[in-house]
Nanobody, 113 residues
Framework: VQLQASGGGLVQAGGSLRLSCAAS????????MGWYRQALGKTREFVAD??????NYADSVKGRFTISRDNGKNTVYLQMNSLKAEDTAVYYC?????????WGQGTLVTVSS
């Protein structure tokens, strides 16, 4: 299974970006799709995840980010609005299945103030 994340880039504070992460290969029953991020010099942190029936968000992104999934495409999205300089990080997707979990390669989001 391979995860391909895309959609990162440079944006001004207050702007928006939409990240995507698609799985390819032998993918079965992806229970949880999630996003994490790692800023320079910091540990990786949880951003948001989505199961079949619920979503969870880090307090720092609540009200600004929205996670969604397309099960038919094995894809998860992260709509990021009202971006702040502190949102600058490499964003990683993570898919959890019954047999294990998989990480994407990361996509860089840079928010200029």
């Amino acid at each position: 299974v391979q995860l391909q994340a895309s959609g990162g880039g440079l944006v001004q504070a207050g702007g928006s970006l939409r990240l995507s992460c698609a799985a390819s290969g032998s993918v079965f029953s992806i229970n949880i799709m999630g996003w994490y991020r790692q800023a320079l010099g910091k540990t990786r942190e949880f951003v948001a995840d989505i199961t079949y029936g619920s979503t969870n968000y880090a307090d720092s992104v609540k009200g600004r980010f929205t996670i969604s999934r397309d099960n038919g495409k094995n894809t998860v999205y992260l709509q990021m609005n009202s971006l702040k300089a502190e949102d600058t990080a490499v964003y990683y997707c993570k898919f959890s299945t019954r047999v294990g979990y998989y990480w994407g390669q990361g996509t860089l989001v840079t928010v200029s103030s």
